[in-house]
């Protein structure tokens, strides 16, 4: 029965270490053929997920822990995965991320439940995927207008996205730096207001500030009018959610919990002879995540050869 266990757990060494020099070679593969990304975070996701998983389950494996222990880092991991769910609200192409996230905080539960040498380093490994998989879910393209995340802008013209306002200056060339984003100052409907939007007709039932999106309001401030008169149809306004205010770009672009990436579409850079620039605006949240996942990673590398230094020091000849 010992043999079959010790067996067992070198079959689980030799996977876990196969899928880390598997997953390295994909790593550097990426950084290599950027134009096969898609493919190869494809094949990472499942890879990574398994990866993390095995190294989770080693400790229990080589500890002889309690019972209570792994199923404490499972039941922890699932009501944290459901949470993310419910704040994110998933696609079903994206539960794989989900179950990365999960496999993240399982692995780091295990080594932090059982505290076996190297502790700090696989907790940092798990809040660096955990952290990426809630970077990527909750990432959100702010130049969206009509449904299309590419925005479409003249230089020198201002231009409306759900949230805010973007300027591209009227210069010979537009570098990412450039892009100016302005915040939205909310457009104020009064109550009995008549506007138009996409071609329907809206009467506001109540004094208010406009949203970002005309339908977060359509249920709570707007009823439809079906069959507007001649009045209606000549006092209705365009609705707008807001107007330019102040140049928010340096707040946004260095802000602690969130990061934004201009991105100038190639599809612009081949037409420089036209006045048209065509972008997209990307926020990331929580990117600090990430970073501090490395930190703890480095700190617990420096700790271990810290330790394993000391004890040769102290070890009596």
């Known amino acids: 029965m010992q043999k079959g266990r010790a067996t067992f757990i070198e079959l689980t060494f030799f996977l876990r270490n196969a899928l880390l ?5 994909t790593a550097v593969s990426l950084i290599l053929f950027p134009q096969f990304e898609d493919i190869l975070v494809r094949l990472g996701i499942p890879l990574l997920t398994l990866l993390l998983f095995l190294s989770g389950t080693l400790p229990f494996l080589k500890t002889r822990k309690a019972l209570w222990r792994p199923l404490l880092a499972v039941t922890i991991s699932t009501f944290l995965t459901l949470i993310l769910q419910n704040h994110l609200q998933a696609d079903p192409h994206e539960y794989p991320h989900l179950v990365l996230f999960f496999a993240s905080l399982y692995t780091g539960l295990s080594y932090a439940v059982i505290q076996p040498k190297g502790t700090l380093v696989f907790i940092g490994i798990a809040t660096v995927c955990s952290g990426a998989v809630y970077v990527d879910l ?7 207008t009509n449904g299309n995340d590419t925005l479409y802008i003249f230089k020198g013209d201002t231009v409306k996205m759900e949230s805010y306002f973007i300027c591209a200056p009227l210069l010979d060339a537009v570098s990412d730096e450039e892009i100016i984003i302005l915040e939205r100052i909310p457009n104020c409907y009064e109550k009995g207001a008549i506007v138009r939007f996409d071609e329907l007709f809206f009467k506001a039932n109540k004094t208010h500030l406009a949203s970002a999106a005309f339908f977060s309001d359509i249920e709570d401030v707007w009823n439809s009018i079906p069959f507007p008169n001649k009045t209606q149809k000549e006092t209705a306004q365009e609705w707008e959610n807001g107007v330019p205010g102040e140049d928010i770009t340096a707040s946004l ?6 990061t934004v990436k201009t991105e100038i579409i190639e599809e612009s850079k081949a037409k420089k002879h036209t006045n048209i620039i065509a972008l997209r605006v990307t926020r990331y949240k929580l990117v600090v995540m990430v970073w501090f996942g490395v930190f703890l990673v480095a700190f617990g590398i420096i700790q271990l050869f810290s330790k394993r230094n000391h004890s040769v020091q102290t070890t009596p000849e």
């Open 21 to 25: 020099l598997f997953a390295i070679l």
């Open 138 to 144: 909750s990432k959100e393209v702010i130049s969206r």
């Open 253 to 258: 672009q260095y802000n602690f919990w969130s």
